[in-house]
């Protein structure tokens, strides 16, 4: 039991170029998210979903887009990547919300730098 | 809309004190429920304790507990007999009902446990 996992561990871009960011978790949850945390600042949301197929923006969506399609798996886009989109990144999965104690648990984090 | 402080960027403590660690926050949901992560120096983000608006007592996890005052908003973590292996970033964050699950974070405090 994996738990949730984060591809890549570390990236280096250069300002305009594009890449993917991927989580999967193996605990069969619905719901998935992507958070940035950036220095000195607690994880602020980026996009969330709520099962398959959905996806829904989160508190810091610009720049970004998601994909579900498959259950055990939430990828995060940078089309352009920006210096601005430096930071590190969270996925985090739970169980659907039928009540407020659906603790969220983490991926260890992508470090992204973005020349 | 929904806010969380942690007034408090960084603490010290002596190994085998007891801290406090503060959190507030802000809502108009009457239905919500408060959390705290550690994150310690490696980057994963460690869930530790919940609690929910309509508990009736303060949620306690081993060494953790939480000090929920309703009518102050406030939400304070204890760590009793504090551990060199708690030095490290703690989170507060919150969600609401009408939130589905979204979690709010404060921006933390930085934990140092002395020996």
């Known amino acids: 039991n994996a738990g949730v996992t984060q591809t890549p561990k570390f990236r280096v871009l250069k300002t305009g170029q594009s890449m993917t960011l991927l989580c999967a978790q193996d605990?069969?949850?619905?719901?998935m998210y992507w958070y940035r945390q950036d220095p000195g600042m607690g994880l602020r949301l980026i996009h969330y979903s709520v099962g398959e197929g959905t996806t829904a923006k989160g508190e810091v969506p610009d720049g970004y887009n998601v994909s579900r399609l498959k259950k055990q798996n939430f990828l995060l886009g940078l089309e352009s990547a920006a210096p601005s989109q430096t930071s590190v990144y969270f996925c985090?999965?739970?169980?659907?919300?039928?009540?407020?104690?659906?603790?969220?648990?983490f991926g260890p984090g992508t470090r992204l730098l973005v020349l | 809309a929904q806010k969380i402080t942690q007034t408090q960027p960084g603490m010290f403590v002596q190994e085998k004190e007891a801290v406090t660690l503060d959190c507030t926050y802000d809502t108009s949901d009457p239905s919500y429920g408060l959390f705290w992560y550690k994150q310690p120096s490696s980057g994963e983000m460690i869930f530790l304790i919940y609690q929910g608006s309509y508990d009736q007592q303060n949620a306690t996890e081993g060494r953790y507990s939480l000090n929920f005052q309703k009518a102050r908003k406030s939400a304070n973590l204890v760590i009793s007999a504090s551990q060199l292996g708690d030095s490290a970033m703690y989170f507060c964050?919150?969600?609401?009902?009408?939130?589905?699950?979204?979690?709010?974070f404060g921006q933390g405090t930085e934990l140092s446990v002395k020996p």
């Open positions: 964050a919150m969600t609401t009902y009408n939130q589905g699950g979204k979690l709010i």
């Open positions: 605990m069969n949850h619905e719901y």
């Open positions: 985090a999965s739970s169980y659907s919300v039928r009540g407020l104690q659906e603790t969220q648990y």
